[in-house]
């Protein structure tokens, strides 16, 4: 065989991609949502990988869990998965693995537990583990809350979405007893042009249901703190006015600012709070809560 006759050959491999679809999310605490959009948005069933080499993050604690259920550990990202183990409202000390996916618009997240296993949550009852002291001294917080100020007194949708916990969205509490409703960052961006009615709950002095728009409803209470003197207190609810009520239980790994507005001179009893709950995401704080606290007869 001559040099010039040389035959090559050459071999083609064929690499196939599976792609796993799994649907739902885990149970969710109850939260009203207004009515001009849906809170969680169905998108294409199909999950999209996300990037799964990122440094082990922690640790994390469970939130959103209403006292007397639990947060199931799954063995894949999605709730037909099979159950590996559950965690109490109060679970804390899980750290992340690096591996996450989206499953219908959720972010599932791999965690290791205290025990050492491993199993996908959704990571929307998942908040970033921080104590008090480092919450209360943190300047991106004080930082958060003047820019929440800021988007609330000029009326800036866009500005306050950007302030909203992308994963755990906003809870919006009229008052202690109200049940909440959920605003998500998408919904924020034309909150204060909106006019659609929503129910906010109940007044637990007249008792009457507060129906209306957020500019309707709810923007006044706020301004009534934002646009006058108030203080700032770190992980104190209400200053010993009237009552001393307590942070919402699926509420406790939120830490949280209140916004205080004192009672005017000869009517003490004309006081009002915004409580602000904090969640961390990827180490940065968003607004997460806004409960409301006035003097109640």
């Known amino acids: 065989m001559s040099r010039k006759a040389k035959i090559a ?9 599976l792609v796993a679809c799994q649907t739902g999310g885990p149970p969710t605490p109850p939260a009203r949502t207004p009515t001009a959009s849906p809170v969680l948005p169905q998108q294409a069933p199909t999950p999209m990988a996300t990037p799964t080499d990122r440094t082990p993050q922690g640790p994390f604690a469970v939130v959103l869990v209403p006292p007397a259920d ?16 559950t965690l ?18 959720a972010r599932w997240v791999e965690v290791r537990l205290p025990d050492g296993q491993i199993g996908w949550v959704n990571a929307m009852f998942l908040t970033q583990e921080v104590s008090r002291q480092a919450f ?7 930082a958060l809350l003047d820019r929440l100020e800021a988007a609330i007194r000029e009326r800036n949708g866009p500005a306050l979405a950007a302030l909203i916990s ?4 906003l809870r919006i509490h009229v008052s202690r007893l109200s049940d909440p409703v959920l605003i998500r960052p998408e919904q924020a961006a034309t909150l204060f042009t909106d ?3 929503v129910r906010w709950g109940v007044h637990p002095a007249s008792a009457m249901e ?16 934002i646009e006058r003197p108030h203080e700032r207190h770190c992980g104190l609810l209400v200053p010993p006015v009237t009552y001393q009520p307590t942070w919402p239980e699926a509420y406790q790994a939120f830490p949280f600012y209140s916004l205080h507005r004192p009672g005017t001179p000869g009517n003490e009893l004309d006081w009002r709070t915004w409580v602000v709950g904090v969640a961390y995401v ?16």
Request: one cysteine or more; proline letters at 12%; hydrophobic letters at 40%.
């Open 195 to 197: 006019e659609t009615p």
């Open 210 to 225: 507060i129906i209306g728009s957020f500019q309707q409803a709810v923007l006044p209470d706020l301004l009534d703190v």
């Open 136 to 142: 209360c001294a943190d300047p991106q917080v004080s």
């Open 282 to 297: 990827d180490g940065r704080p968003y607004a997460a809560v806004l409960m409301q606290f006035f003097w109640e007869p």
């Open 9 to 17: 050959i050459c071999s083609v491999g064929i690499t196939l991609w």
């Open 88 to 105: 109490p409202p109060n679970a804390s000390g899980l750290f992340l693995t690096g591996k996450e996916q989206t499953v219908q618009g």
């Open 70 to 85: 639990q947060l199931h550990v799954r063995a894949g990202p999605g709730p037909d998965q099979p159950i590996l183990a």
């Open 166 to 169: 992308p994963i755990h969205g």
